[in-house]
């Protein structure tokens, strides 16, 4: 594997040290900070997550935060998603969209105050995006990258470790649901969320000084629930349908055409960015749309969109795929046409290591 | 070093075989791409840089491309350099900035047709911030990034290879100067600029079916000069004062703290985003300023802000280290107070490895 080599602009975290320690093998880039990708190997840190608790550093999930008498009104212009009923108690996933209609990001937004707002993004400088927004528009905001770090809690036993940790509170949260409790004195922003199927949970560090206590209490109340350092993982991803931004959906791609009808309201569509453009897409039909695709034989790394065949016609695209031991066959995530979008359609994919058969799946594998 | 991970999201580009055939060592991340960091090693990369002739990928210089009859006004506004005088002869180099004054990207401006321009941006999503320009205020201009792909050919035998690639008119531009020059019946736009002092061009691939010719065309006539595959070196750019957003220079930094008075016109500072400020700055004086600064004794990678001290106050940060063989200390760049920017100034700077002795330079090395 290349090596990374290290600089300030690509950003270590305050968990960085504690990685390292932990042995992390592989890191990638994800909005110019170091995100971890291996540990022990990703089909060992797959089943571990799967089985036990994993504790990642996600810092690289930055937030966009939005304080102001303006906020939410900014914030509802930049998504075609109905924000109204957005509260301190539960946070939200919402597509965030151009004027073309494109995905600029696919971020959570979380009420951290009374009018301060953070967007949890995925990997795009969106913070640029809503600078602009509100300097073009004179609203009454502060935009700004505060210095909050999420650090994730993932796996089966994930409520168990976090119920030690922060008391019995945390675990009756349910999902998307979030609060404020109590470590060494602070109150930390936890949420129940987590890129993962397995359950979990999202802790938002602000205070630098409390990733180390927060860290090794995770490890020590852990140690019989065999914790350790983790990450997102590519196969229990794919298995679960969580898409990546882009990986699997990029400025290319309408929220429509990733899944995302139910976070569109009509009633908002002459008013966010990109409403128009959507409002003509679902008037003419989504013409392609992200579909679970299992592949046959042994795969190269998908680094690169694989174009995807069906009877000598082009079909769509693999953007994400890895070999799952659970379900023995390669899962992937594809963005098929219309046409050949319905489960069982023959297919065939184009590696850099050749031509492969496909099979476009009913639903994800969980 | 800890390894790199494959996916679609850190994008390959057109020559990314080619560099790892030629033995890519390791990578880093830029504007979500590959961009190669060393191949021999980063010393052994820096000596034959400055001796020979090398080809860089440096595709990861994306370009904004504004195209319409509101361009050049759009790009005015982002800018407090003045951009009349562009011409599809010359490009210019333009700091970019926020409604806080705050430095968004250092790009170069390029007039690649009579009504399309290419902002080829350091690593930040300014796409994002154009978009949201053009949108907010109604201008007739597209935006987006098209597949244009930098090579550079830099080094002090560089202008021996590109005569001999693209004939003896290309050798008479001047830095900064560009032109279209004849490629297997393609017209290629090249300039005399690139992230080195020894000299060089860059090449705009636009027809990725090019790639391949162009790079095999660049070995095959390069092979007397010695030519090699290569990448920005951080030893070389450091001794020459070439800054590097996201290291030297954030959105936490004035244009006027980076040294850029000379693109800052008075005149425009009522109609960019950020002029105000800058009004502002310019008349308190400017507070603190880039500095090379020596620094004794071994480093680690400075793969974080280091604090400078001086006389046990806090005077700055280096931002950017290395051991520069050629001039027997380890040279760097530092973002200096006012108080402790003069030449000659002793200091102290926190290395993760310990306290080092350090003090300010009158100028780079080059």
């Known amino acids: 594997m290349t090596g990374i080599t290290p600089s300030r602009r690509v950003r270590r ?3 960085t040290d504690f990685v390292e320690a932990a042995g992390v093998k592989s890191y990638t880039v994800y909005n110019h ?3 971890p990708s291996s540990f022990e190997g990703i089909e060992a840190d797959y089943h571990h997550l799967k089985r036990h608790v994993q504790v990642w550093d996600v810092s690289c999930e930055r937030q966009v935060q939005v304080k102001g008498s303006d906020a939410m009104r900014l914030i509802q212009m930049l998504t075609p998603r109905d924000i109204s009923s957005l509260s301190t108690k539960k946070c939200m996933y919402i597509p965030v969209v151009d004027q073309n209609g494109g995905m600029l990001n696919d971020p959570v937004l979380i009420a951290a105050g009374s009018d301060t707002f953070w967007i949890s993004i995925a990997d795009s400088d969106f913070l640029l995006w809503v600078l602009a927004v509100a300097a073009c528009n004179g609203l009454d905001v502060e935009v700004e990258e505060p210095d909050v770090s999420p650090l994730a809690v993932q796996g089966p036993k994930s409520g168990l470790l976090m119920e030690r940790v922060f008391g019995a509170r945390v675990n009756g949260l349910r999902f998307f649901e979030c609060g404020r409790f109590e470590f060494h004195g602070d109150h930390m922003l936890v949420s129940r969320s987590g890129y993962s199927r ?3 949970f999202e802790i938002y560090l602000e205070n630098p000084k409390l990733a180390e206590p927060l860290w090794e209490s995770l490890f020590k109340m852990g140690e019989d629930l065999q914790v350790r350092a983790g990450c997102p993982n590519l196969i229990e991803r794919i298995e679960g349908g969580l898409l990546s931004y882009g990986n699997d959906m990029t400025r290319e791609n ?3 055409e990733c899944g995302f009808e139910k976070f569109v309201s009509e009633s908002l569509l002459d008013h966010c960015f990109g409403g128009r453009v959507l409002r003509k897409e679902l008037d003419a039909g989504i013409k392609r749309k992200i579909r679970p695709v299992s592949i046959e034989g042994e795969l190269p790394p998908c680094d690169r969109a694989w174009p995807l065949y069906a009877k000598g016609l082009r079909a769509g695209q693999v953007t994400s795929a890895a070999r799952s031991p659970d ?3 390669n899962v992937a995530i594809g963005m098929m ?4 979008w ?3 359609s023959a297919l ?3 590696t850099q290591a050749g031509m492969r058969r496909a099979v476009v799946k009913a639903s994800f594998w969980e």
């Open 348 to 350: 065939e994919v184009e």
């Open 198 to 200: 397995q359950g979990g």
């Open 33 to 35: 900070m170091l995100l």
């Open 342 to 344: 319905d489960a069982g």
């Open 327 to 329: 379900h023995g066959t």
């Open 337 to 340: 046409s219309r046409e050949f």
């Open 13 to 15: 975290t305050h968990f």
């Open 254 to 256: 309408s929220p429509l």
